[in-house]
């Protein structure tokens, strides 16, 4: 398959890597000193499960230079997807898909609103990998799985030959019946702890030990089932136990995408993770008083972030 994976970070860079040594056609499309490194030394994957290196990767910030190709990967950030969507006309063929890998449920749509929504698949990354320096992408947790599935549940052609390719490449695949469930099912984990670490800058162990965020964490997912269920979306009973199951599991050093963004004061996902609570909360008259606190509390960090605010 011709791919492009646009966002080459720990998702992006990893998945993606996993293709192109797998001997797919894979053009990476990423910015700044991530990029030239790749340009200049190639892009190295340190993995839990075996590292690799490709030598002279296909990188870029144009996506004209790569045009046309079969797949699209969306691996960057939220607040990126619009600008995103339009910039990579030039990867956009008769036959292409898109495959929305992003943190969050509402990106899928906003894809689909430029592109066309029969373009878009929904997918949901499992995997703990990051940047750990500009060229090398880090890998320290959880067996690398994509979960893919037709927003509307069908199964199609496309659907089987992603799956085909990702698991010739050592890849987990999973195709649930409701990709938008899992979707859902993810979302509810990151927005339990996620923006709360942000806050006490505390990591996923002392979060789950202390009886105090451990409350905090599951009215945050109490609100987001809520949101879920009136936003006409099935998730089990089982679905908060299943998930505080897997949070006591974690490393306990572990934290979260966005509380790293916070921290290191760059722009983060808050508006799409408890952001998008609180929306979608206001849009289904579902009330999620702990969403809007941890919101609230950080919209100062995340405006200074992005230049709107001095302190």
Same mark, same amino acid.
């Given at each position: 398959m011709r791919i492009a994976v646009y966002g080459s970070g720990g998702v992006g860079g990893y998945f993606g890597g996993?293709?192109?040594?797998?001997?797919?056609?894979?053009?990476?499309?990423?910015?700044g000193a991530?990029?030239?490194?790749?340009?200049?030394?190639?892009?190295?994957?340190?993995s839990i499960n075996g590292d690799f290196t490709l030598p002279s990767p296909t990188a870029t910030d144009n996506p004209a230079q790569i045009g046309p190709v079969d797949l699209v990967l969306v691996c960057v950030k939220n607040w990126?997807?619009?600008?995103?969507?339009?910039a990579m006309a030039p990867l956009i063929g008769p036959d292409t898909f898109v495959v929305s890998l992003l943190n969050g449920v509402e990106a899928p749509d906003r894809l689909g609103e430029v592109l066309g929504p029969e373009r878009v698949?929904?997918?949901?990354?499992?995997?703990?990998?990051?940047?750990?320096?500009?060229?090398?992408?880090?890998?320290? $947790?959880?067996?690398?799985? /994509?979960?893919?599935?037709?927003?509307? +549940?069908?199964? #199609?052609?496309?659907?089987?030959?992603?799956?085909?390719?990702l698991t010739e490449a050592g890849i987990t695949v999973e195709l649930p019946d409701s990709i938008l469930s899992a979707m859902w099912k993810k979302f509810l984990f990151i927005t339990g702890w996620g923006g709360l670490g942000a806050i006490s800058r505390a990591p996923i162990g002392i979060l789950r030990e202390q009886p105090e965020t451990r409350a905090i964490i599951e009215a945050c997912m109490q609100e987001t089932r809520a949101v879920a269920r009136a936003a006409g979306?099935?998730?089990?009973?089982?679905?908060?136990?299943?998930?505080?199951?897997?949070?006591?599991?974690?490393?306990? $050093?572990?934290?979260?995408? /966005?509380?790293?963004?916070?921290?290191? +004061?760059?722009? #983060?996902?808050?508006?799409?993770?408890?952001?998008?609570?609180v929306r979608l909360g206001q849009r289904y008259g579902v009330a999620t008083p702990a969403h809007q606190l941890i919101t609230g509390a950080l919209m100062p960090l995340e405006r200074r972030a992005r230049g709107e605010l001095t302190f």
């Open positions: 996993r293709l192109a040594n797998s001997g797919h056609q894979v053009g990476f499309i990423a910015r991530h990029l030239q490194a790749m340009q200049q030394q190639g892009l190295v994957v340190e990126q997807v619009d600008e995103v969507a339009r698949l929904g997918g949901v990354a499992k995997i703990f990998s990051f940047i750990e320096r500009p060229g090398l992408i880090r890998h320290i $947790g959880h067996e690398p799985t /994509l979960m893919l599935g037709e927003l509307d +549940g069908t199964s #199609s052609a496309r659907l089987e030959q992603l799956a085909t390719a979306i099935d998730l089990p009973d089982d679905t908060i136990p299943q998930t505080w199951a897997f949070i006591d599991a974690l490393e306990p $050093g572990g934290t979260s995408s /966005l509380q790293r963004d916070i921290a290191a +004061g760059r722009p #983060s996902e808050i508006d799409a993770w408890n952001g998008a609570v």
